[in-house]
């Protein structure tokens, strides 16, 4: 069966497993299983029942053990769910036996994550990388199975890819995942490009990275005036978005809204979206927004660590933003020791806010200059207008100059005209 305009919307009824081990206490656990739920409901999913196990270590043939088999299959005949969904990555073998054994559709975490994935693309960039990532998971899933890429029918688990009538045979899915990587090493190397410029011309960027459902979209939206898409579901933005953000002197820097991260994020997607990723390693400055209304919100903060550690994109300047404070825990507490900022993304004074903190942070990275510029040179005084911190701007009737104090960076033409100064005994501070 075909996806289709009338059964692309249906709610599929799923019943979760999760399997608990040694490592990880029961609260964890819990707010994995809830994230399960919540990935569930996202891909347009109903959650009829939960299953879980304890175990010392994963069942190699089955995920959970003989007799919690028997229990989910007398758990499948009382609810009858379209799928089950399990809180990890199966192997080939696993989802071959359950299926056999269960006599219904298998999927696992990452295949529901890839799925979101694929509703989420909109840009030519994001549906390449979202197929790049499904293919290379189902590659080593459909040797010898006589699965075909059509796909079985509509729904959580076959969107994507599948749409494509794409041959299961190895060697095609191959081809057709080295085609996309040559065209997406077209699109990283026009990326590229625009990074230089933007280099070149002394763009100040900054990006906004957190937890998916931080939010981050809201954030980016009221401090830019933007559109970006917005809704209380995980991975509401799929496709980074840079846009230009004015701070209170009225200077412009760019500031991108990035793909959310999410504990175990499938290695497939880390590779395929590592170009988009690539935005926050460029970044001068971070924002690192968390949700502070989520019980997992500690959790969270170092799932982010940890990939930008992964991205080579710890030594950025971070700046923790704790949202939603009007929504916070009772007992939250910033997990950092470091410098940051409590705000709600519908409050506009906290939005000046955290545009002021931003604006004290270039301060001092920027040189504090003072320059008097006669009118003539209406180029250098449009290039400060847009180019510096202007602290004030005032024209001195006496020197028929200009006389402009704030701040610029270091390679700045009004410094080396100031400094020239110095070297002719004519300071002007």
Not at 398 to 420: C, N, Q, S, T
Request: with cysteine; aromatic share 6%.
């Amino acid at each position: 069966m075909k996806e289709t305009p009338e059964n692309r919307d249906r709610i599929e009824k799923a019943v979760l497993v999760g399997c608990q081990l040694p490592g990880t206490d029961e609260e964890g656990f819990r707010n994995s299983m809830d994230e399960l739920a919540a990935l569930t409901k996202t891909a347009r999913g109903k959650v009829l029942a939960e299953l879980s196990q304890k175990r010392e270590r994963i069942h190699p043939a089955a995920y959970i053990g003989k007799g919690k088999i028997e229990e989910l299959s007398h758990l499948i005949e009382e609810t009858d769910p379209d799928m089950v969904i399990f809180n990890d990555e199966l192997s080939p073998s696993q989802i071959r036996n359950l299926s056999t054994i269960l006599g219904v559709k298998i999927i696992d975490r990452t295949q529901l994550i890839l799925d979101i994935f694929a509703q989420r693309a909109k840009t030519k960039e994001g549906k390449l990388q979202v197929e790049l990532a499904q293919l290379n998971y189902l590659l080593p899933r459909l040797a010898g199975q006589g699965i075909n890429l059509s796909r079985q029918g509509a729904g959580i688990g076959t969107r994507g890819p599948g749409e494509t009538q794409l041959e299961t045979d190895r060697r095609h899915i191959r081809t057709r995942i080295h085609e996309i990587n040559a065209q997406l090493n077209l699109i990283v190397h026009h990326r590229e490009r625009y990074r230089e410029r933007r280099k070149k011309n002394h763009v100040f960027q900054a990006a906004l990275v957190g937890y998916t459902n931080a939010g981050k979209s809201t954030l980016f939206n009221k401090l830019t005036q933007a559109d970006s898409y917005e809704e209380n579901l995980l991975f509401a933005t799929l496709d980074p978005m840079t846009r230009k953000m004015k701070l209170p002197s009225g200077y412009t820097v760019l500031i991108t809204d990035t793909v959310g991260f999410i504990q175990d994020l499938p290695t497939t997607l880390v590779a395929a979206f590592r170009s988009t990723l690539e935005e926050v390693k460029e970044a001068d400055f971070i924002f690192h927004v968390v949700d502070s209304s989520n019980e997992d919100y500690a959790n969270h903060e170092n799932t982010v660590y940890s990939l930008l550690h992964e991205l080579e994109a710890d030594q950025i300047p971070v700046l923790a933003v704790y949202n939603k404070k009007d929504n916070r825990l009772p007992d939250f507490t910033p997990s950092t020791k470091e410098k940051h900022i409590e705000v709600s993304a519908l409050d506009e004074k906290d939005i000046l806010l955290l545009k002021t903190e931003m604006e004290n942070r270039l301060k001092h990275l920027m040189k504090p200059f003072m320059a008097e510029i006669p009118p003539e040179e209406g180029r250098m005084l449009s290039k400060l207008r847009t180019e510096a911190i202007i602290e004030s701007f005032e024209f001195d009737k006496e020197m028929e100059k200009y006389v402009i104090k704030g701040y610029a960076w270091p390679y700045h033409p009004v410094l080396d005209m100031y400094r020239k100064d110095i070297e002719k005994g004519t300071d002007n501070v």
